[in-house]
């Protein structure tokens, strides 16, 4: 059909835009508001030693579900301590619980309206329908440009994830008692509040809580995905993990993650009927533990520490000591992070999370005139969209220019030798790279960019096909990291290959996963290796198991970048 496509994306985005905007201060105060919840948790979880929380759980495990799960638990905690999570762990169950909180203050009572409310229910129902059918991943996008990177748009995706069950359990709980108990008490003149507290909502309890229980482990399976906007925890160890390839930490994480699930499912489900209830009565185990949490929560906000030392008005204040960084398995990060010890930045932090998101976060500071400080590469479009400045390194911890190396499997150059001949002729200037990158960032599909300046520079691309047999249809498989710059060049030798006769299937992975594709010989091909800082960790690896073809473009730089505005030159002013 020639119909012409509908701007639904761009509707999407400029109602996005407006939302943003307009406001503003309500999503600031939300930030500040759910960071600040957060931290009360995670001091409360964090008072004394490990292993004064690890007995306060187990015990309440115990008074719920039996001593047999009181002492796996502890031994779950303590496994979990030794092997080095512990605090990850505390992020995460705080994390969880918050979400948890959320998702019943607001999904409870909306639960009741549609059980009172059929016109209520016909209008949530199918919006209910569309945030479980809807990827998880698609609502972290306007949490970014809401809530910018970090925590609180982790805990907003996640709640809006998990808060489904809880309304659609509270109102089938609602519903289902029996009609002639509601008669009984329309009988003897109870009002609406009286028979919802004192009839409807005990005896739907039970079904209220199957959908708590439900979303909060929704929740919990949200750690991880919420780790890609920067959000802490087991989430981000295991996402980390991924990037890097580590199976054992990424089996560490992942069980630490199961131990949690198993402590708050069995919690969640005998709240109503603890185990022991009749040794101690459960309302005063709550109010001893409520009251403990409180108590905790309040002693620490009287005595808690003033900020970070350092100047009120520096560039450390202003940032909350924090510099925007990528995805945790990239060499970037690495580096980074060795700037941070190189230059004895102990109170800075750098946030974990992807590409997107330091974009994003870039971006909304930029339109503000706010600092911001992120970790940068070039080329890159957004030194062309905005006017930044790389930090002066003196110390060398970020090295100096790289190169972008072409790397491919073993075998590529007997099974196809023209691919293999493109890609050993293929190099181009950062000029060429940043003409692409800039069609991509004003809304061009990264095929439609590259078919673009290949059309447009036929001389340069007729080099790189120079001598190279036709390929009649052979498969190869590129692979490449989600940075602008790969993406870039990845689509252009794509669209080159495929017009001298290839079968090009493009796939998108992490670095780590990257490197061991053309090692292992699923993928033939990548364009992406940045060398000899960024990724070394990765080639020497796996030098031994590909070809280098040396590099595809030069003249590379990586560092800590921020906008002109911001009155400081040099890592060592972040002091």
């Keep these: ?188 003149g109870s009002t609406t509040s009286q028979k919802l507290f004192k009839v409807q909502l005990p005896l739907a309890t039970p079904t209220i809580m199957a959908g708590i229980n439900q979303s909060i482990m929704l929740a919990l399976s949200m750690v991880v995905t919420a780790s890609l906007v920067g959000a802490p925890g087991l989430g981000a160890d295991v996402y980390r993990a991924v990037s890097q390839i580590d199976v054992g930490q990424g089996f560490e994480a992942g069980l630490s993650i199961v131990f949690i699930a198993i402590i708050l499912d069995r919690i969640t489900q005998n709240l109503r009927k603890p185990a022991y209830e009749h040794i101690v009565r459960r309302k005063i185990v709550f109010s001893i533990l409520a009251s403990l949490v409180v108590v905790t929560a309040l002693v620490l906000m009287f005595t808690k520490e003033g900020a970070i030392n350092g100047n009120p008005e520096g560039i450390g204040a202003k940032t909350d000591y924090e510099i925007i ?32 998101g330091m974009l994003a976060e870039l971006q909304k500071a930029y339109k503000n005139q706010e600092p911001v400080i992120i970790t940068g590469w070039s080329p890159h ?44 002729q293929f190099t181009w200037e950062t000029g060429d790279m940043e003409k692409v990158m800039v069609d991509m960032a004003g809304g061009m599909e990264p095929a439609e960019a590259a078919e673009k300046w290949v059309d447009a520079n036929p001389d340069k691309v007729a080099k790189w096909t120079n001598g190279a047999e036709d390929g009649k249809g052979k498969t190869v498989k590129l692979v490449y990291v989600a940075w602008e710059t790969e993406i870039a060049s990845t689509n252009v030798i794509g669209k080159v290959l495929e017009q001298n006769g290839y079968d090009v299937t493009l796939t998108q992975v992490e670095v780590g996963p990257m490197f061991a594709g053309i090692a292992n010989g699923s993928s033939d091909a990548m364009v992406a290796a940045w060398l000899p800082s960024t990724h070394v960790e990765f080639y020497n690896t796996y030098k031994n198991d590909f070809t280098d073809l040396g590099p595809n473009l030069q003249g590379t730089k990586i560092g800590l970048v921020v906008p002109k505005y911001v009155e400081i030159d040099s890592i060592e002013d972040l002091k």
């Design 1 to 188: 059909m020639n119909m012409p496509k509908i701007p639904l994306g761009e509707w999407i985005d400029s109602l996005v835009q407006w939302v943003t905007i307009t406001f503003a201060g309500f999503f600031l105060f939300l930030t500040n508001s759910i960071e600040g919840l957060l931290d009360i948790l995670v001091d409360v979880f964090s008072v004394g030693p490990p292993i004064v929380l690890m007995i306060v759980l187990a015990l309440l495990v115990t008074y719920t579900s039996r001593w047999p799960l009181g002492i796996f638990t502890l031994i779950s905690l303590l496994l979990i301590d030794n092997l080095g999570y512990w605090e990850s762990s505390i992020q995460t169950l705080a994390i969880v619980l918050l979400s948890g909180l959320i998702t019943i203050i607001i999904g409870v009572p909306i639960g009741i309206w549609c059980a009172q409310r059929k016109t209520v229910q016909h209008i949530v129902t199918p919006i209910l329908d569309f945030m479980q059918t809807m990827p998880a991943f698609v609502y972290l996008i306007p949490s970014i440009l809401f809530f910018g990177i970090g925590v609180v748009p982790g805990i907003i995706a996640s709640f809006i994830f998990a808060i489904a069950p809880t309304i659609r359990m509270t109102n089938l709980g609602i519903q289902k008692v029996p009609r002639d108990l509601i008669e009984a008490a329309d009988a003897f």
């Design 325 to 356: 960084g990528i995805e945790p398995g990239a060499g970037t990060m690495m580096l980074a992070n060795n700037a941070l010890k190189d230059y004895g930045l102990e109170d800075w932090h750098l946030v974990e999370g992807s590409a997107a």
């Design 381 to 424: 479009w957004m030194f062309s969209s905005f006017d930044l400045k790389y930090l002066d390194d003196p110390k060398e911890s970020f090295g100096g220019e790289e190169d972008i190396h072409t790397l491919v499997r073993k075998g590529l150059e007997q099974d196809a030798p023209g691919a293999y001949k493109i890609l050993d």
